[in-house]
């Protein structure tokens, strides 16, 4: 049975191969639809901030500002004060939040950031409004998820096709929506923004090292992770299906033709003044 959308729970947890992704990201692979509109002076808040690598970015994009980085989970703040305090920033910090509840007060920042956090929530319409409710007048609400029903590779897999369809009822039955990027605009429009560009891009793997990484990534993932765990205890699927989701991730990575692409949705929503 899935769960009430208010009590969903984050599908991947933090094992290594989920960091492994994590750790990637940046402002630049992740939020490029964000840079153009951001000042030195900007007050920043990032909901979900994992282990802070896009955080420390934006930090040092606004050198006049700061970065308020925010995550449910405490045990990821430490790698994510780690990797600021690494890159020498002092114009950021972070602290342990609930997007649907934030604890700050009305139009404190100038730009409210969430990347891959949406699809994980119990409720994105009112996340969305309280990421709204901080944003300060004239402020940005940026967001950006994949849709994994978007989600495309060569050659044809009939493992890879079972990886999807188990995904997608994972999240589904943790109260997430792993379709999201579709749904960012419609989610901005219920939540009250009117002021809306919705654009999309992609992360592609297909090169050697990207088939190499992005392949061993979930392979191990789909046999180690929180989401493993939440495959086989709700009985979406057996260890022997896992396995052979997993050997299917490698065997897509060994191919030369092998090409994985990932459709994202952006949202850039300005508060009414």
Same mark, same amino acid.
């Given at each position: 049975?899935?769960?009430?959308?208010?009590?969903?729970?984050?599908?991947?947890?933090?094992?290594?191969?989920?960091? !492994?992704? @994590?750790? $990637?990201?940046? &402002?630049?692979?992740?939020?490029?639809?964000?840079?153009?509109?951001?000042?030195?002076?900007?007050?920043?808040?990032?909901?979900?901030?994992?282990?802070?690598?896009?955080?420390?970015?934006? /930090?040092?994009?606004?050198?006049?500002? @700061?970065?308020?980085?925010?995550? !449910? +989970?405490?045990?990821?703040?430490? *790698?994510?004060?780690?990797?600021?305090?690494?890159?020498?920033? /002092?114009? #950021?910090?972070?602290?342990?939040?609930?997007?649907?509840?934030?604890?700050?007060?009305?139009?404190?920042?100038?730009? #409210?950031? &969430?990347?891959?956090?949406?699809? @994980? #929530?119990?409720?994105?319409?009112?996340?969305?409004?309280?990421? =709204?409710?901080?944003?300060?007048?004239?402020?940005?609400?940026?967001?950006?998820?994949?849709?994994? &029903?978007?989600?495309?590779?060569? %050659?044809?897999?009939?493992?890879?096709?079972? $990886?999807?369809?188990?995904?997608? =009822?994972?999240?589904? /039955?943790?109260?997430?929506? %792993?379709?999201?990027?579709?749904?960012?605009?419609?989610?901005?429009?219920?939540?009250?923004?009117?002021?809306?560009?919705?654009?999309?891009?992609? $992360?592609?793997?297909?090169?050697?090292?990207?088939?190499?990484?992005?392949?061993?990534? $979930?392979?191990?993932?789909?046999?180690?992770?929180?989401?493993?765990? =939440? +495959?086989?205890?709700?009985?979406?699927?057996?260890?022997? *299906?896992?396995?052979?989701?997993?050997? +299917?991730?490698?065997?897509?990575?060994?191919?030369?033709?092998?090409?994985?692409?990932?459709?994202?949705?952006?949202?850039?929503?300005?508060?009414?003044?």
């Amino acid at each position: 049975m899935s769960k009430p959308r208010d009590t969903a729970v984050y599908t991947h947890g933090h094992h290594e191969s989920v960091l !492994r992704s @994590h750790t $990637w990201r940046t &402002a630049a692979n992740s939020a490029a639809y964000l840079l153009g509109s951001l000042k030195p002076h900007m007050r920043i808040l990032d909901v979900g901030c994992g282990p802070g690598t896009i955080t420390a970015d934006l /930090a040092a994009l606004v050198p006049d500002g @700061h970065v308020t980085g925010v995550d !449910r +989970a405490p045990e990821i703040l430490e *790698q994510a004060r780690d990797t600021a305090a690494g890159r020498g920033l /002092a114009n #950021v910090e972070f602290a342990v939040a609930d997007v649907h509840a934030l604890d700050f007060p009305d139009d404190t920042f100038c730009v #409210v950031h &969430a990347h891959q956090v949406l699809q @994980h #929530v119990g409720d994105p319409v009112a996340a969305l409004r309280e990421m =709204r409710r901080v944003t300060r007048p004239g402020g940005l609400i940026a967001v950006r998820d994949s849709d994994y &029903a978007a989600m495309t590779w060569y %050659p044809a897999s009939r493992g890879m096709d079972d $990886w999807l369809d188990l995904y997608r =009822r994972v999240a589904r /039955a943790n109260g997430g929506e %792993p379709d999201a990027g579709r749904r960012l605009k419609s989610w901005a429009l219920r939540a009250g923004l009117t002021d809306i560009t919705a654009t999309s891009s992609t $992360w592609t793997f297909s090169a050697p090292d990207e088939r190499a990484w992005w392949s061993g990534l $979930w392979a191990d993932r789909t046999l180690a992770s929180a989401y493993a765990e =939440r +495959a086989t205890q709700g009985g979406h699927a057996s260890p022997e *299906q896992l396995r052979a989701v997993s050997e +299917a991730w490698r065997e897509w990575g060994r191919r030369e033709d092998g090409w994985f692409s990932v459709l994202h949705g952006e949202i850039l929503c300005r508060k009414d003044a």
